[in-house]
């Protein structure tokens, strides 16, 4: 009975420590004008954030912004890239669908969880309000649109199609009590997406 409870308690530390992949922790390209990832904080970035959110208290969560909307560009995926190394001009035809993905990217570490849901999408066990986080953008409308594109490739060029867009992101740290007790604790980020497009780009090679 005691190896199973040793047991038990060590698979729960596991999970708490995992890190849960996020949409925007697998773009291609992802720049902030400032600050990191919680992805990218390192043990003792988390100790010392702990800190702040550590001093317990009778009920809810107790809260540490990292960074605050801070504004990024990103490259979500490269739809085509091709290149003319020959003498003379190539006429391209592509047929693109696309499908429209929520506003909303979200991340945790430790303890906190998530849903990511259509129907039900933020931080569980209250946290949403705790970070005031903006209830209009966990839902999700799917939406799919047809481009038809043509154009030329020069001699000595390449033409690639990839999505663009903007977007603001927010991370910290919390801690959640119940009757004075630390019933949960670790990182939380958010990703809104601003605005996003495609972008063609030809460039010489």
Do not use: C
Not at 78 to 100: A, M, R, V, W
Not at 132 to 155: A, V
């Amino acid at each position: 009975m005691k190896k199973i409870a040793v047991f038990v308690l060590f698979l729960l530390v596991i999970l708490s420590a995992q890190s849960v992949k996020a949409d925007h922790t697998s773009f291609e390209q992802l720049n902030l004008t400032s600050g990191k990832l919680i992805s990218e904080y390192s043990n003792s970035d988390l100790k010392n954030d702990y800190k702040k959110v550590d001093s317990r208290k009778f009920m809810g969560w107790r809260v540490h912004i990292k960074n605050d909307d801070v504004k990024a560009t990103f490259i979500k995926e490269t739809l085509f890239s091709y290149y003319n190394d020959g003498y003379t001009p190539i006429k391209y035809k592509y047929n693109l669908e696309l499908k429209s993905s929520s506003k909303l990217s979200l991340a945790s570490t430790g303890s906190i969880g998530y849903n990511s849901s259509k129907t039900d999408k933020g931080f569980k066990n209250g946290l949403n309000a705790s970070i005031k986080l903006d209830t209009s953008y966990t839902k999700n409308e799917d939406k799919t649109e047809k481009y038809n594109i043509e154009f030329e490739i020069d001699p000595g060029t390449q033409v690639d199609l990839y999505v663009y867009g903007e977007g603001k992101l927010t991370n910290g740290v919390a801690a959640n009590y119940i009757f004075w007790i630390r019933e949960r604790r670790g990182g939380f980020e958010y990703f809104v997406v601003t605005t996003q497009y495609q972008r063609l780009e030809k460039k010489r090679i």
